[in-house]
Nanobody
Framework: QVQLVESGGGSVQAGDSLRLSCAAS????????LGWFRQAPGNLREFVTA????????YYADSVKGRFTISRDNAKNTVYLQMNSLKPDDTAVYYC??????????????????WGQGTQVPVSS
């Protein structure tokens, strides 16, 4: 099993940048594919981005493509989400997720077995 803890959230203004981190417990972090999802108030949780277990493949939602970047540091058991040019529509609770069921990046929350508690990112205009 793995436990995930997000950090780095906070209030920002439109156009700002923010980097979220998700630290994982355990010694098998490199065998997990990872993803970031978000849930805005009143909305369902949606896919943001994912990265394969070796980091060679990444996948982005159209709404964040070109602005957000996912990366992982297996030596630090951490996955990052660099968010640039933030918009009010990016306001949400951001969750990281992990799975050993797949080696590839997945946009489906049903593939992920482990979830963090979430970190809030309010973006004001």
């Amino acid at each position: 099993q793995v436990q995930l803890v997000e950090s780095g959230g906070g209030s920002v203004q439109a156009g700002d940048s923010l980097r979220l981190s998700c630290a994982a417990s355990g010694r098998t972090f490199s065998t997990y594919s990872l993803g970031w999802f978000r849930q805005a108030p009143g909305n369902l949780r949606e896919f943001v981005t994912a990265i394969s277990w070796r980091g060679g493949t990444t996948y982005y939602a159209d709404s964040v493509k070109g602005r957000f970047t996912i990366s992982r540091d297996n030596a630090k058991n951490t996955v990052y989400l660099q968010m640039n040019s933030l918009k009010p529509d990016d306001t949400a609770v951001y969750y990281c997720a992990a799975t050993q069921a797949l080696r590839s990046a997945s946009d489906s929350e049903f593939h992920y077995s482990y979830w963090g508690q979430g970190t809030q990112v309010p973006v004001s205009s």
